[in-house]
């Protein structure tokens, strides 16, 4: 879809958005009236949300039997992560931490090469905490773990990861051979955490919902691909030989619950080692009036030896979202490159006078 396309089809959304009211009452007959309803008698999902935690996907080792905190562990933690100066990046990994010094170890910001204090310009009006009680977003399989990897896609990730590092002196680097061998971020084309299926990124973590009977529009604050429009009608995906970023979704309802079922991702989208075989299937169920569960299942036969699962709440906020635009490593990756061209060149000289 063209941006111009794109962008006329968000703005078509949002008129009929001027439509959305509270339900009759005879829409809710029926129905949970603790639940916001269009008038159509779906649960609303339009509005901003937050996704704002520091639950990791994954359970820590030190943790691997652990599936939950008690309430008095997260009640603590949730007491040290919300206070003053805590670092919201390195505070991440708090939950991986074996000692108490090496949990406030953690959370504070080095004091080496400062650019940004974390702990000023990440921080929320809500501070950022842990929003569960589990030890991993990940609640399927059981260990909240990322299923291993089959034997192919051991070997795909292998030759992935050669033709982005390499090795000197044993020590393994990131390649800065051209500008196709640095990260997807780094050349502002998809970040890691954007759907789907969603993940919380480390900040600008809010998302948009904008909701009519035909469509859900979902807009992540920090996004480099456009706003997923995701028709409800039935119709089919389309075909496997048009391959997008952000695959190809398309929605239904199951109840009180937005399902959502995406596909025809492009080659160079690797979620987790993941491969042109995977698919989404996300669930959207708003619970309260705060709150939305956020579930998603992903599976793809050539990556994982099993489909796994994860969820999260995702919280009611105040708008607005900012324009997130990611341009500079796009920019300067001529920049980067010669940079490590003249690191070849000094390493070179330095070789040869040392042979001297």
């Not at 698919?279 to 709150?291: H, I, L």
């Amino acid at each position: 879809m063209s941006q111009r396309r794109g962008r006329f089809a968000v703005a078509a959304v949002t008129v009929a958005l001027l439509a959305l009211t509270p339900a009759s009452s005879a829409a809710q007959e029926g129905k949970d009236e603790a639940l916001p309803r269009t008038p159509w008698g779906h649960p609303v999902l339009q509005g901003i949300w937050t996704s704002s935690t520091y639950t990791p996907l994954e359970r820590p080792d030190n943790l691997a039997d652990q599936a939950e905190l008690s309430e008095e562990e997260l009640a603590e933690l949730n007491t040290l992560l919300t206070a003053e100066g805590v670092d919201p990046l390195r505070a991440r990994s708090v939950l991986a931490a074996e000692t108490e010094e090496e949990r406030l170890e953690r959370m504070r910001q080095t004091q080496e090469n400062i650019h940004y204090d974390n702990s000023i310009w990440l921080r929320e009006r809500q501070p950022r905490r842990l929003t569960t009680n589990r030890t991993s977003l990940i609640v399927d399989p059981p260990d909240g773990r990322v299923p291993p990897l089959v034997p192919s896609a051991q070997e795909r990730e292998a030759l992935r990861r050669a033709e982005s590092r390499w090795l000197t002196q044993n020590i393994e680097t990131p390649s800065f051979d051209s500008h196709e061998t640095r990260t997807l971020q780094e050349r502002c084309l998809v970040w890691r955490h954007e759907g789907p299926p969603m993940l919380p990124p480390s900040y600008n973590d809010l998302t948009q919902i904008l909701q009519t009977e035909d469509y859900v529009v979902i807009m992540q604050e920090m996004r480099e691909n456009d706003a997923r429009i995701i028709p409800l009608d039935g119709r089919p995906h389309l075909p496997s030989t048009m391959r997008e970023w952000s695959g190809d979704s398309r929605g239904r309802w199951e109840g009180d619950t937005l399902v959502v079922e995406s596909a025809n991702f492009n080659e160079k989208v690797h979620f987790h080692g993941s491969s042109t075989g995977l698919r989404v299937v996300e669930r959207f169920t708003r619970v309260d009036a705060e709150t939305i569960r956020y579930e998603f299942t992903v599976e793809d036969p050539t990556t994982w030896t099993r489909p796994w699962s994860v969820e999260y709440p995702m919280m009611k906020r105040e708008g607005p979202l900012y324009e997130y635009a990611c341009h500079e490593g796009n920019h300067d990756a001529r920049h980067i490159l010669e940079v490590a061209r003249n690191l070849d060149k000094a390493a070179a000289r330095e070789s040869e006078e040392g042979a001297r």
